[in-house]
């Protein structure tokens, strides 16, 4: 299971991951999940190939079941040797509501590797003290220092953003605070530290120890700051559009109407209807950051789907907003844009399926 925060960079991770076990001849398997519907985590992991189950309406913790379900999904269907699951980014005491009932009901079908917490270098620095800049209200903060405090791995990611001793201070102060856990550092930009991860995952079990104490009403009320917004939009123009330049833009404009509140993730895909699977992507991980694009089509496109997830901590009326504003200057003689999900929500409080107090 690979874990952290809302913008920590797990699903292109958990895609290299992925990649890495493929390549050394293993089937693999993944499974998303999210408070709602229309992942872009879940169009990214197969548009690169991999057969992949999607868990909605909650935790894995609070639907163990379901996981267990999509595992024999994917079982019965393409039989994986390595099952990657990436829990929602708000989601923490994964150990014993999901890693600890799964050892225990299902052992002898299961080896639970390490658990990973990734993390952002930037938003780890704000966090640590190291840095200034935009931060999370205490409560959600506490949401954050949990992950980190169970975590087998704390894996700094991204660390092509950083020099060597912004890196250096980032890691130490994770090792301080957090010495049970090992800390790793990586890019999978360049390509760079990947194979310490790798071989953890490989070779290595998570450890059994007792399990955190988690205060649940002060989770609920950090995960009830967030304001999360899922939507699909139809896109056309028959003279074609930029794809990449459309997803930027739309970006930038949801990020200048949400200015003053903290987005967590901003993350779109845009898959047109016609051609061969290829999609282009774009991520805002953090308010006063950029979007980047992650996969980019050079041809123009004439239609396609537009999935956006934004979750921030602001009202979720107030993201509707923003999209919403937003999409509407798309509406132009060349192009239509027409909005055909929308669902916008704060989290519920967590009600774990289990939860085993030690291994």
Known sequence: MIGGFLGAGKTTAVAAVAQHFAAQGFRVGLITNDQGSELVDTTMLRAKGF?????TGGCFCCRFNTLTDAAQKLTDTTRPDVFIAEPVGSCTDLVATVTYPLRRIYGDAFTIAPLSV????????RFLGLASGGKFSDKVTYIYRKQLEEADLIVVTKTDVLDAAR??????RLA???????ILALSVRKNDGLAPWFDHLATGEQSQRATMQVDYELYAEGEA???WLNATVQLAAPSGFDADATLKAIAVGIQQRLAGAEIAHLKMTLSPDSGLGDIA????VRSDFVPELSLTLEEPVQSGQL????????APEAIRDAVQATIATLHTSAMTAKLEHLEFFRPGKPQPTHRDAVA
């Open 281 to 284: 992507a774009v991520n805002l």
């Open 167 to 172: 890196a250096v201070a980032i890691s130490a």
């Open 225 to 227: 700051l967030l304001g």
């Open 51 to 55: 057969a992949t189950e999607e868990i």
């Open 118 to 125: 990734l993390v952002d270098p930037v938003r780890a620095e």
């Open 307 to 314: 999935i956006i997830n934004c979750r921030a901590e602001a």
């Open 176 to 182: 301080e605070e957090f010495p049970h856990a090992e």
